[in-house]
């Protein structure tokens, strides 16, 4: 079984050959002269809920090595995990902190920092209750543009729309403020369907900016796998409008559909999921991007092991010269 998954893996990876990545581990300095900027959005950046917040801390440093200061990490703010994880202080970087200071003096309470973990990268936290007021106005908004309701009783969906549209304020007015640099490419990746608001509503906007989104596990998938379906023997049969209205999140099914939909470029980490996907979101994904291992620790892990026999050896060779000459 671990045989197929990494020749799956490595059938993926064939779609980078010939790109040559170390060149562009350069600290972000290549990233600084092409104006390449990279927006991270997540649910969980600095906010640990489930899985994909080790995903997220796994992924930054090699990140951070490419884009430099240009790699942006955006999420919720949550005041227990910001005051154990999160250094908060002001952006160096001009089109950053003139984007924060615009959404402050409409009222919203953004947040600038750098998150404690290896890499150090940029956060930028948005205080959902400062947006709250907002709701039923972006709601209307929201389903103007994608014709997806949101209903009153669903407060994660609810929230999920307001970080959405603090994400999608801040991409816009962040793109106003690099109009006058002669080069701009910027890359908006959004995680899951709690992130997908903004992605749907920069691509109804017509951004000037790609958007990526993934999916981890496909949120319908989950529910039908958690209900003892027979799930990948029935999976080209479901009922999708059925099945996502029985569970009551045909809303939330919608927005991740639409967010796989409207992304330039959508991927999921395997290829299991990427059939899932297939089948569940009527999108096949462009692209696997498998979680992967950092294999250094590993190495560093293994060397210190081998270093403590050899010092366990010494130590009974001592004994045994010690007592029995």
């Not at 984007?99 to 953004?110: A, D, E, L, R």
């Not at 973990?117 to 400062?130: A, M, R, T």
């Not at 608001?197 to 989950?222: E, W």
């Not at 990427?274 to 291992?293: F, M, S």
């Amino acid at each position: 079984m671990a045989l197929a998954r990494i020749k799956r893996a490595a059938k993926s990876l064939k779609t980078f050959e010939g790109i040559q990545f170390e060149t562009y581990l350069d600290e972000g300095d290549k990233a600084e002269r092409l104006g390449k900027w990279l927006l991270e959005v997540s649910w969980e950046v600095a906010n640990k809920v489930g899985g994909i917040h080790q995903v997220i801390k796994s992924k930054v440093p090699i990140t951070k090595k490419e884009y430099g200061p240009n790699y942006l990490l955006l999420g919720p703010y949550n005041e227990s995990f910001v005051k154990q994880e999160v250094e908060i202080r002001e952006s160096s970087l001009r089109p950053v902190r003139e984007t924060v200071q615009s959404m402050q003096s409409h009222g919203i309470n953004v947040i600038q920092g750098y998150w404690l973990i290896e890499g150090y990268p940029q956060v930028i936290l948005f205080d959902i209750g400062s947006a709250a007021h907002r709701l039923d106005e972006w709601k209307g908004d929201f389903f103007e543009y994608s014709r997806i309701g949101i209903p009153y009783h669903d407060k994660e969906a609810n929230d999920a729309l307001i970080f959405g549209f603090c994400v999608f304020w801040f991409i816009g007015t962040f793109i106003e403020q690099l109009k006058h640099d002669e080069l701009r490419y910027v890359t908006a990746h959004f995680h899951e369907w709690l992130s997908g608001v903004g992605l749907v509503m920069a691509r109804m906007r017509g951004y000037d900016c790609a958007l990526v989104f993934t999916t981890h596990a496909t949120l319908l998938g989950r529910y039908l796998c958690a209900g003892s379906t027979d799930f990948y023997n029935r999976l080209s049969s479901f009922n999708l409008d059925m099945e996502a209205g029985n569970r009551q999140i045909y809303h939330r099914y919608c927005l991740e559909r639409a967010a796989a939909s409207c992304a330039h470029v959508f991927t999921t980490v395997s290829k299991i999921t990427g059939i899932e996907a297939e089948h569940l979101l009527h999108k096949r994904p462009d692209v696997l991007t498998p979680n992967g291992l950092n294999v250094k620790e590993f190495a560093a892990l293994h060397e210190f092991q081998n270093l403590h026999a050899q010092n366990k050896e010494k130590l009974h060779a001592f004994v045994r010269g010690h007592f029995y000459g």
